[in-house]
């Protein structure tokens, strides 16, 4: 075994269960990209990143052996989509940086119209509606119950829209990550991913002060005058 598969399959013992050091650093990760989201810098988006492939090979247990034994098909997945709508982010947030200024924050939040608000809902229940039967009919590998698959469809789904939410600079996203925090806490417990359940925990925390700090800032701050066709 050569050194970068004994880093890859390294682990520690807490408490009698093993736990992978990818697992911890991903989650660092997420949480430092948590942190740039908060005080809106783009360095968040490619930090976030390398958090998400790091994690991908951590839930994605069928491909890549980990000590729980179980893969979380929509924590995995939601990695994937993760990157792809975190390349969209970081895009967004540099052409706004370019035209806000280098000592600007990327964007000035503010609240998603109705309009935009009822579209992000109806995805979520559509989204919730059909994944939570593609990750049933795919299976998770161990007899999981059904309960198990509208957690990881409601996961799966809330997270893809809080992360474009936050592209949007839409205040609703700190939001979108309460509710999946709400489900994603005990789920990640009941399937021994203990560290990521953690950091979900601290997460929220972070997150409900995220909120308090946009919701000012989009009262504050006149709003963005830069348009979709500058951004093009």
Do not use: C
Request: zero cysteines.
């Amino acid at each position: 075994m050569n050194l970068l598969e004994t880093l890859f399959d390294a682990q520690l013992t807490v408490f009698g269960q093993h736990i992978l050091w990818r697992e911890l650093i991903g989650n660092l990760f997420g949480f430092a990209s948590a942190v740039g989201g908060l005080r809106r810098r783009v360095w968040a988006w490619p930090v976030g990143i390398v958090g998400n492939a790091l994690l991908f090979t951590v839930f994605f247990g069928v491909a890549f052996s980990n000590p729980q034994q179980e893969t979380l098909f929509g924590q995995a997945a939601r990695q994937v989509f993760f990157i792809i709508t975190s390349v969209y982010g970081w895009w967004r947030w540099r052409q706004s940086r370019r035209l806000r200024g280098a000592d600007a924050p990327a964007i000035s939040p503010r609240w998603a119209t109705r309009g935009e608000r009822l579209g992000y809902l109806l995805v979520w229940a559509a989204g919730v509606l059909v994944f939570q039967w593609v990750f049933a009919t795919v299976g998770a590998g161990w007899p999981a119950p059904r309960w198990y698959y509208w957690a990881d469809a409601w996961i799966f789904v809330g997270s893809i829209v809080a992360t474009f939410a936050m592209a949007r600079g839409w205040n609703d996203f700190w939001l979108a990550w309460i509710g999946v925090d709400l489900v994603g806490v005990p789920l990640l417990l009941h399937s021994k991913f203990y560290p990521s359940a953690v950091l979900y925990v601290v997460y929220s925390f972070l997150v409900i002060y995220g909120f308090v700090v946009w919701l000012r800032a989009s009262r504050s701050e006149r709003p963005d005058p830069i348009t979709e066709e500058q951004l093009a």
